[in-house]
């Protein structure tokens, strides 16, 4: 869980986390699991590999590459953002977003941290800050800047002329796209502890769908930003600070009209779109985004196991348990089978039907913090010195 890179730097003053563990007891201090034996199936290439800056090391930055039309797109926590040619990592062009104080002076980190989006000429970038930045995909330039609320941790979201940021402290707030004008703000109340990272909105039929820190799921019309309706899908309990963590960061998915959602120390569940009453829920609690396709789910939980399930009442299909407490990333699906990176650099790709490691590949040093990403034939994944790499079937 190591949740050191996910707990609010309030926390952060008062104790070092152990492990899962508030104290430093050897009992609390939870082992990673020894990489898995994997006799692989095939052997996954490497295409490139391209530095972006100096990555984001031990802190918290939930950055990773966009892609669209052969471009990917992709920036390090101080500031750096870069343009890469799909076909061979090659920079097309380099911005820095830190500040300059002076002849004399280092510049300022820019603290970049809401993640990488691209959408049509635009590309949306947040910070810790509370900076939003939208950049030319041309040439990088700043198009236009705008304060939000607070830190902008999830990755900026588009849809219907607005760029969605949830803050840290509990705000979804709507940009126009093309101004960067404030055009509405939901409070989404904040517990007095949370983990540090929130959740990005879905978008549906005119709404947003987001998790919020106090253990609810939202919708909000987004023409308004008018909260439609709330559903809790996680109740704090337990005897410490930790057990009573009821975030829901995960990104929720909508399909067909149901909204899957997952939270911490709480419940996978499946809602009804329109109304947000709860359809069905499962004991599985995480802060990974998990995958909805044909018919099953894909999920990590809190101790990284790799479960699937079926959308018709959330029955287990299968469970991976060999990488346990490897601080694994999100899944992706890719060339139909599901991946994951972990904090050792190494990339595990699984058969979809059984959970099976398939492929194993040793990529980088420092680690992966964000998921994969699927960029046509490539797969493309941020490792957390700053390296990106295009990875191959």
Known sequence: MELRKYLLPALMSVTLLSGCSLFSGEEDVVKMAPLPKVENQFNP?????????????????????????????????????????ANNGKVKWKVDLSENPGFFSHNISALLSGGVTVSGNLLYIGSERGQVYALNTEDGKIVWQ???????????????????IHTSNGMLQGFDQATGAAKWSVNLDMPALSLRGESAPATAFGGAIVGGDNGRVSAVILSQGQLIWQQRISQPSGATEIDRLSDVDTTPVVVNGVVYALAYNGNL???????????????????????????????????????????????AIWRQSELLHRNLTSPVLFNGYLVVGDSEGYVHWMNTDDGRFVAQQKVDSSGFQTEPVVAGDKLLIQAKGGEVYAITR
Do not use: M
């Open 45 to 85: 290439q490497e295409a490139w590999s391209t530095s972006v800056g100096d990555g984001v090391g031990d802190f918290y930055s939930n950055l990773h590459p966009a892609w669209q039309d052969g471009t990917v797109y992709a920036a390090d926590r101080f500031g750096i953002v870069k343009a890469l040619d």
């Open 146 to 164: 705008a304060k939000a609320a607070g830190e902008a941790l999830s990755r900026p979201v588009v849809s219907d002329g607005l760029v969605l």
């Open 269 to 315: 569940s499946a809602l009804d779109l329109r109304s947000g009453q709860i359809l069905w829920k499962r004991e599985i609690g995480g802060v990974k985004d998990l995958i909805v396709d044909a018919g099953r789910i894909f999920t990590v939980d809190q101790d990284d196991r790799v479960i699937a399930l079926n959308t018709d009442g959330g029955v």
